[in-house]
């Protein structure tokens, strides 16, 4: 948790007493593919799937209301969420598939 507090993350669990879902986000950085592009990376813990959604929609919420220019977003989730993920984000978002489903990798380490 101290690793986590002293990070520029922002963090969510969908209920604080008994959570089904928490994710990571970072804050929207700009990244060099064009005139206004920002990212965001997304961690989503958790198996169901509306729960997930929901937490998905309040990071893209919180982090691109204000900005002016186009967002690219790298969501990582349990394997089996990806289609429906993606079925989601297309369908009804309307958003772009950029990349198929990868693993992701972290390797961190952080002294306290």
């Known amino acids: 948790m ?10 969510m669990v969908d209920d604080v007493a008994n959570p089904t879902v928490a994710s990571l986000c970072t804050f929207p950085y700009r990244v060099p593919i064009g005139d206004d592009w920002y ?6 813990f ?4 509306d729960h997930v959604q929901q ?3 309040c990071h893209l919420q919180r982090h ?12 990582y989730l349990e394997p089996p ?13 309307n958003v772009e598939l950029v990349k198929e489903y990868t693993k992701q990798c972290v390797v961190e380490s952080d002294v306290i």
Request: glycine share 4%.
């Open 2 to 11: 101290a690793i986590l507090l002293k990070k520029d993350i922002d963090w």
């Open 39 to 44: 990212s965001l990376n997304i961690n989503m």
């Open 46 to 49: 958790g198996k169901e799937l």
């Open 55 to 57: 937490q998905f929609l």
């Open 64 to 75: 691109t209301a204000t900005l002016k220019g186009d967002v690219m977003c790298q969501m």
């Open 81 to 93: 969420l990806w289609k429906p993920m993606m079925e989601f984000c297309r369908n009804i978002l």
